[in-house]
């Protein structure tokens, strides 16, 4: 597992936190309200 962890953080960062869904999440997240997905 520890092995993969840059595979998995990079594809984190650079893939999945890119989507709007992943800033939403995030975002929503801070301000204490319910997220407003787009792709789910």
Known sequence: ???NLP???DLFVNE???TK???EGIN??????KANWDNC
């Open 1 to 3: 597992m520890k092995k």
């Open 7 to 9: 595979v998995f953080t």
């Open 16 to 18: 999945l936190m890119e």
């Open 21 to 23: 869904d992943g800033n």
């Open 28 to 33: 929503s997240f801070l301000e204490k309200r």
